[in-house]
């Protein structure tokens, strides 16, 4: 009872704690404008599907695609289990679900094939991270905690697996012996495989037993409470940021309402605007002036870096990465988040996305290509981030390259970009 006591109170205490930080992330998405992502919805649903679930855009390169796969596939499976330990620990059972017979049989054998994938998939991510070195995953935005972070997942995933399948084993053995209430239940195509390994003794295979229970399901509580600090959040948020894609062509960028209206105005004198928010800025400095489409975007990121790799501005040595840009709109959104928990307000701190977090040189560096959006595999848009900064940077404080300023006079002046006059364009056709 007392066992049971103590597992109730964790998990309560878990769930309790991952609400609290949820909340503070969904209040932190919420500071962005709003945007209308509410449209064909059967279309938004199959993108999810496609895209989320069925890890379409992974297969692009198909090993990390198949590994990641397994950790999926495991991750989502395996922890149907979850159901069962939680029933076992509140009523002190033992592999409740059993009466199922065969088709239990079938589910413990497939949750210990996914396992050994899981386990085999980690070890070669950690092997491609920290060994084979993959460029795209030891950048410079990826040093210190970003890379820990990753390798702290990785081993947590490993660690767990490992205890899911020594639990089983001794489980088994335990079944073997007929010892106290361990009823023959389930089938151990890979775990079966560790007992010549384990002790003889029932009393101390009880006790692996129940201490690779207890760290597993502890360790998925805890596993659960670190998402909100990792970048593993993506396990969660993946699949609704998918479902608000933007559905236009890619290559359609968005309009500003206020200046829209200024040229319908212009155009068209009996055409009245409507009043215009004066607090509103003109594209985006900060973080608040984002959409909360693209604050999801941030905290989706998964740091693949795929975006990174195909960019064609990172790949001629500019400054640029997208993953970058993405990574540090949450790391400021979560700065700015928690200046309003603490202050009850924003209280200006002297930063912005624009200078502090992202230099100007990343920004027009960009050949707004949508390489990063096609590459995502989970929809993000970092392009509209940067259109945005660059929108306030042009339109806010009139700073831009000489060449943009160029192409912006020449436009007003002679209705194309070229410096050439309207009624000269044509005289290439003449020489000889």
């Not at 030891?138 to 899911?164: G, H, R």
């Not at 959040?233 to 940021?241: E, G, M, Q, R, S």
Request: charged share 20%.
């Amino acid at each position: 009872m007392i066992g049971q006591l103590i597992f109730a109170v964790c998990c309560v205490g878990a769930l309790l704690l991952f609400s609290k930080n949820a909340r503070q992330i969904y209040s932190n998405i919420k500071l962005g404008r709003s945007v209308d992502r509410s449209d064909n919805p059967s279309k938004r649903w199959k993108t999810m599907l496609l895209v989320a679930f069925g890890q379409k855009k992974m297969f692009k390169r198909i090993v990390p695609a198949l590994l990641h796969l397994f950790v999926y596939l495991g991750f989502v499976i395996i922890n149907i289990e979850m159901l069962e330990i939680i029933i076992d620990g509140l009523l002190g059972t033992h592999r409740i679900f059993s009466f199922l017979g065969g088709f239990y049989n079938f589910l413990i054998g497939s949750f210990e094939w996914l396992a050994l994938g899981v386990l085999v998939s980690c070890l070669v991510f950690l092997i491609r991270r920290n060994i084979v070195k993959v460029p795209r995953l030891n950048s410079k935005e990826l040093q210190q905690w970003p890379k820990t972070d990753a390798n702290i997942i990785l081993v947590i995933e490993i660690l767990l697996m490992s205890a899911f399948l020594l639990m089983n084993a001794s489980d088994l053995k335990l079944q073997l012996y007929g010892f106290e209430h361990f009823k023959s239940a389930g089938s151990f195509p890979v775990s079966q495989h560790l007992l010549p390994y384990l002790s003889t003794s029932t009393e101390t295979l009880y006790l692996i037993e129940r201490f690779c229970w207890w760290f597993h399901i502890l360790g998925v509580l805890a596993f659960l409470n670190y998402l909100p600090y990792s970048k593993h959040l993506h396990i969660v948020l993946a699949f609704p940021n998918t479902y608000f894609s933007n559905l236009a062509p890619k290559g359609k960028l968005s309009n500003m309402a206020a200046v829209t209206n200024e040229v319908k105005a212009m155009l068209d004198p009996s055409f009245t605007p409507p009043a215009a928010d004066a607090n509103a800025r003109f594209g985006a400095k900060d973080v608040q002036d984002l959409t909360w489409k693209s604050l999801l975007d941030a905290y989706t990121c998964t740091e693949c870096g795929r975006c990174t790799s195909a960019c064609p501005a990172n790949m001629t040595g500019k400054l640029l990465s997208p993953r970058k840009i993405m990574m540090v709109t949450r790391d400021r959104l979560t700065e700015v988040g928690n200046n309003i928990k603490i202050n009850g307000s924003f209280q200006e701190d002297g930063k912005s996305l624009i200078d502090t977090y992202i230099s100007r040189e990343e920004l027009w560096a960009c050949t707004s290509c949508n390489a990063c959006v096609e590459q995502c595999p989970v929809n993000i848009n970092p392009l509209d981030i940067i259109v945005e900064l660059r929108r306030y940077a042009v339109m806010e404080e009139s700073q831009a390259p000489a060449s943009i300023n160029n192409m912006f006079g020449n436009i007003e002046n002679n209705g194309a970009p070229w410096k050439y006059a309207q009624m000269d364009r044509a005289n290439w056709t003449q020489q000889q």
